[in-house]
């Protein structure tokens, strides 16, 4: 049983850039959120979807967003990439909201 | 929204030996969680506990809801239980769409 997928692992990427991070959920799970996490802190929630809809956001602007596709994937999307974003970015699935399972998270640098 | 503090921030330990790691929260929740994070930053999901007590080899895990607390135990530690513990906790009442709030981590060094 596959558990969370996340692709890229690593990525480095120049200030005012896009980028892309994608995931793929645990078999059996439907809903899949989103975290940043700068070195020495904890996960920080980005947004959470279920239903292909964004249905809880954090306190982050709007050069992150996201979308979830019908087979539950989900890609994470931050523009105007700046120095502050570089971090891991984790990816978490479940099934109704009982239990997350994570994945091993795209370390992104902004140089 | 809910704080969620975790006690000691950072931890020594000789292998072999037990440690007791706690995390406080401010308000009820629905569900808590403790999460291993490794060197190399993977979260590893260690118990689903809202209530209760559960054991999974070395390791064991008490949540008292009503007095807005939960423990995680370590005993004979080995080098490989090295990394940061996490507690996390979702408020409210559950549901498809709650977010998890995560502590401030347990920095844990087990020495050989």
């Known amino acids: 049983d596959a558990g969370v997928t996340q692709s890229p692992t690593h990525l480095i990427k120049t200030r005012g850039q896009q980028v892309t991070l994608r995931c793929s959920p645990k078999s059996g799970h439907d809903t899949v959120s989103w975290y940043q996490q700068a070195l020495g802190q904890g996960p920080q929630f980005i947004f959470q979807?279920?239903?292909?809809?964004?249905?809880q956001r954090g306190n982050f602007p709007d050069r992150f967003s996201g979308h979830q596709f019908p087979n539950y994937s989900s890609e994470l999307n931050v523009n105007a990439l700046l120095l502050g974003d570089s971090a891991l970015y984790l990816c978490a699935s479940s099934l109704q909201g009982r239990g997350y399972t994570f994945g091993s998270g795209t370390r992104l640098t902004v140089v | 929204g809910i704080q969620v503090e975790q006690s000691p921030p950072d931890l020594i330990l000789q292998e072999g030996a037990n440690s007791t790691l706690r995390c406080n929260f401010s308000?009820?929740?629905?569900?808590l969680q403790w999460f291993h994070q490794n060197p190399w930053g993977q979260l590893i999901n260690l118990f689903y506990?809202?209530?209760g007590t559960k054991q999974n080899g070395r390791l064991s895990a008490t949540t008292v809801a009503t007095e807005r607390y939960s423990l995680l135990y370590i005993s004979s530690s080995q080098t490989t239980d090295s990394g940061v513990y996490f507690c996390a906790v979702v408020e409210g009442y559950g549901g498809a769409t709650n977010k998890l709030i995560f502590g401030t981590g347990t920095l844990l060094a087990v020495q050989p």
């Open positions: 308000d009820s929740v629905n569900n």
């Open positions: 506990i809202p209530s």
């Open positions: 979807y279920y239903e292909e809809e964004e249905r």
